[in-house]
């Protein structure tokens, strides 16, 4: 894989007439990490912990759907579904993601991402603070299991950890 080009920005099509950025017809736009470092702030001040949730709930929409759409569109396997999505990760600004562990059978995806837009964007917490990249992961692993998930940011930069690691796994069936 050449790390010299960025293929997401080079097929990103853009509507002037619309003002509309899309890639292989999903659309995606521009937004400054501050932006919604400062939405989530204020959902935190309002709803406290739920707030990470509800961050979550969005990401885990686009992961679906991102991961959906690129397995159908691609014709990919589950893991070059997990490693597109992890360099596509990079090529969108959300910072460097690596797969480390993708078990399909036990059902385990774990990702560390280095350079989190979010977690530079917060600054200091006590917290982990990448709802929206623990979401998209959870989603993508939802439609890699066909399960649902638990996702976990067991690591944070902003709690100040080197990088972020998020661990997925395939929730227990009920009466298994």
Same mark, same amino acid.
Request: with cysteine; glycine share 12%.
């Given at each position: ?29 521009l937004i400054r ?16 912990? !739920?707030? +990470?949730?509800?961050?979550?709930? @969005?990401? %885990?929409?686009?992961?679906? /759907?991102? $991961? ?6 691609f014709g990919y ?9 992890? !360099?596509? +990760?990079?090529?969108?600004?959300? @910072?460097? %993601?690596?797969?480390?562990? /993708?078990? $399909? ?26 709802h929206l990249i ?6 993508? $692993? ?35």
């Amino acid at each position: 894989m050449d790390q010299t080009t960025n293929d997401i920005v080079q097929e990103l099509a853009w509507d002037a007439a619309g003002g509309r950025l899309s890639f292989k017809g999903v659309r995606y736009l521009l937004i400054r990490p501050e932006t919604l470092v400062d939405f989530q702030k204020a959902l935190e001040r309002t709803l406290g912990e !739920r707030a +990470g949730e509800l961050l979550f709930q @969005g990401g %885990f929409t686009g992961g679906s /759907l991102s $991961a959906r759409k690129y397995k159908e569109h691609f014709g990919y396997s589950d893991e070059e579904t997990v490693a597109f999505m992890c !360099r596509m +990760g990079g090529q969108i600004g959300w @910072g460097h %993601f690596a797969l480390e562990e /993708l078990d $399909a059978s036990a059902g385990r995806l774990v990702v560390r991402v280095e350079g989190s837009p979010f977690a530079e964007a917060y600054g200091p917490a006590d917290h982990g603070v990448c709802h929206l990249i623990r979401g998209v992961l959870a989603g993508l $692993a939802t439609a890699i299991f066909d399960a649902e998930v638990a996702a976990t940011e067991v690591a944070c930069a902003a709690q100040g950890a080197p990088l972020c690691r998020f661990t997925v796994v395939k929730r227990a069936q009920e009466g298994a």
